[in-house]
């Protein structure tokens, strides 16, 4: 059944009424709703706020680096220290290497650019991070709702965004409703913010309907993944940040390592890659792997029975997309009773590899023009005040400085990293040119004929791992009874079109397993499986499917992964 046919059935549905109603618990959805509240207090007004969350909780489906600039986070809650925030370890260390296969090249920390710099950062672990702004919105009365996803904007007569509803729980594979069934419910705001992160379900639905991607440049993207390890104290070193750069990437392709210590004889590392890579033969998640192979990688992992080094520990495995386009690609973010805020429309620094600080910023600012419209008793109008903040706040400065740095990496390495030093060391990001994108990311994939495969190699089970393994640890499930939430617009596409042309890179490019080309039954050819339970919420299908034939729609609420403090 359609979700038309279903409201036919069983509609109307319940809704409720809320000043704004805020989609994503993430740092930018809750800096919004702490904002809002603080603000309603401050002037002594009501304001009737809930934020929504498909995850299981707050902090669930988080996943970053992370190294956090608490500038923002000041802003916001400037006593963050004395209330606990999870902000525990100092950045202690910066180093940049640029690796080959065997060797190693570090830059010396006074020739590296301001944007490389960590001083006054913090190693976090940003899903505690997310939890306890979580416990921080609801000591200001904020309703939040985990476990419900949104999946459905709704419009008001006039074409202003009316609120989302949220999806319907208890459908079976056949798009019946099961025993279970309910209908979702709607929620109404006078103003909705939309703060899913990197391409949001509902975003890209909305960017695409009020056209605010016109005359931008495409969005680009790069595909994080990362792992949670315990290691031997005596290889620990708190604080201590690395980046990579080179091996094992070719230098046509953009990509790097980060290995950052945490507290606690913890450490978080792991590998990006852009997802504007030409070879269909390319694997993100091997990649990673490969990468940890290295000696200055591998020697944080490894025992030496000898020195008395024990073995380090995987805990926890995640990915997930992030946005690199920059301020070039930011697409208008206020229309008509809405908003964008953080990854949702972009405003990661991708040079700083940063964007929980942007995030929880323009959270701040579309709640400082929300609240206004309220008071003034406004609603379902375009927030200018949000847009016209931000071009005169200091996130702004930051991304115009950075604004080409994802952008010299199409020209190679060695170009990318001698005009990025002068951009931004000598320049300070002043520089007197712009360069510009014409084309997504998935259209810079070439078909396999035109490529060399690439021999990855088995792993080991010790440092190296396979997808199945790694998604197990990130406590990933869906229902085994819900319809799958990968959709094909056209069923023919990826036999007739992906596995003819590009090789499938779909079961390369996923970091979990969910697509396979199997044998049809009587050896029939192929065809695509899909095994949706094994899907992390990073979102790559839908950015890198060469021909855009892969919709990634809404699960059931609290599907996915159920990741602890990545």
Known sequence: MTNEEILAQYGPREAMEYDVVIVGAGPAGLATAIRLKQLAAEKEQEISVVVLEKGSEPGAHTLSGAIVDPQALTELIP????????????????????????????????LLPKCFHNEGNYVVRLGFV????????????????????????????????????TGNMGIGKDGQPTD????????????????????????????????????????????????LWEIDPARHKPGMVLHTGGWPMQPDTYGGGFLYHLEDNLVTLGYVVGLDYANPYLSPFEEMQRWKTHPNIRWYLEGDEAQGIKPAKRI??????????????LPEFVFPGGALVGCEAGFLNVSRIKGSHAAIKTGMMAAEAAFDALVAGRSHDTLHAYK???????????????????????????????????????????????LRRNKPDHAYLKPAAQCQPIDYPKPDGKLTFDRLSSVFISSTNHGEEQPPHLTLKDASVPVNVNLAQYDGPEQRYCPAGVYEFVENEGGAGKRLQINAQNCVHCKTCDIKDPTQNIVWITPEGGGGPNYSGM
Do not use: C
């Open 388 to 434: 016209d903040a931000f071009e005169v706040s200091w996130l702004h400065d930051e991304l115009w400085k950075a604004r080409n740095f994802k952008t010299w990496f199409k020209k190679g390495l060695s170009t990318a990293t001698v005009m990025n030093g002068l951009e931004q060391k000598l320049l300070g990001g002043n520089a007197p040119w712009t």
């Open 316 to 329: 926890s495995y995640g990915a997930r997309a992030i946005t690199a386009g920059g301020i070039l690609s």
């Open 79 to 110: 006593d963050w220290k004395e209330k606990g925030a999870p902000l525990n370890q100092p950045v202690t260390q910066d180093s940049m290497v640029f690796l080959g296969e065997k060797s190693s090249l570090r830059t010396p920390n006074f």
């Open 130 to 165: 997310t939890k306890w702004l979580a416990e921080q919105a609801e000591a200001l009365e904020v309703e939040i709702f985990p476990g419900f996803a949104a999946a459905e904007v709704l419009f008001n007569d006039d074409g202003s965004i009316k609120g989302v509803a």
């Open 180 to 227: 279970e069934f309910q209908l979702g419910m709607e929620l109404h705001g006078k103003y909705t913010i939309f703060a899913e992160g990197a391409r949001g379900h509902l975003g890209k639905q909305l960017i695409a309907h009020f056209k605010l991607d016109a005359d931008k440049d495409p969005q680009t993207y790069g595909i994080g993944i990362k792992e």
